[in-house]
């Protein structure tokens, strides 16, 4: 029996350093632990707007302890579809600033950037609006046929060099006959601008024009049989 003791001792011995070294933690040299820092940004820097395609100096501050945190490299992460900025990384000053420059996506829509530092981040935002009207399309159908006295709606849409939707654009009407509900309206949020027109009692086919300073205009036939 104690020839047996002697024997099972050292294996007991090596199994316990090997489980005492098994649970070691993973915050070693190897795979040091985040810095708890703080990331923030000024309310001017936090929610933006401006025009699709427009370059925005962009700053975030970063504090350990309340204290401003020089040298400390800042990572930056654009959401999909939201835009470039001029590096992925950079540092902070001796103030805690850190600084790029992030050009907004022609897509007019809420663009979102990330800056982080250790396990701190924030989030800023830039609501990109469209460019100034390149062209005008029609919404509804370029030829309609009703009866004679009906009327239709008719509607166009006026876009930016990329195609997103403009309002605020104002638009006029004229037609070779019959009538207008209006002279003019103006595009909505959905770049929309709309008219009712009314053929007269006896049969005639119509064209209605659209047209929108500095675009071409459009025209729609309408036929009332």
């Known amino acids: 029996m104690r020839r047996l003791l002697q024997i099972a001792l050292p294996f007991l011995a090596v199994a316990a350093c090997s489980s005492d070294n098994g649970s070691s933690g993973g915050t070693g040299p190897g795979n040091p632990p985040a810095t708890a820092y703080s990331v923030s940004a000024d309310s001017s820097f936090l ?29 930056w992460f654009t959401a999909v579809g939201s835009g470039a900025t001029s590096a992925k990384t950079s540092t902070t000053d001796a103030s805690g600033n850190a600084s790029i420059t992030w050009t907004l996506s022609d897509t007019a829509h809420v663009n979102t950037l990330t800056a982080t530092a250790g396990t701190g981040s924030v989030n ?59 002279q003019s309206s103006t595009t909505g949020s959905a770049g929309n601008a709309d008219v009712v027109f009314m053929t007269a009692p006896a049969p005639a086919t119509y064209s209605v024009m659209a047209t929108a300073p500095g675009l071409s205009a459009i025209s729609f036939k309408v036929v009332g049989f």
């Open 47 to 75: 929610d933006r707007t401006a025009l699709i395609g427009t370059s925005l100096d962009t700053k975030v501050h970063v504090e350990l302890g309340g204290q401003p945190s020089a040298n400390v490299t800042v990572s």
């Open 124 to 182: 800023l935002t830039a609501t990109s609006t469209p460019g100034p009207p390149s062209a005008i399309a029609r919404a509804t159908a370029d030829s309609t046929l009703l009866v004679a006295g009906a009327s239709t709606l008719l509607s166009v849409r006026v876009v930016d060099a990329f195609g997103n939707r403009v309002s605020g654009v104002q638009v006029s009407w004229s037609s070779t006959g019959g009538s207008l509900s209006t």
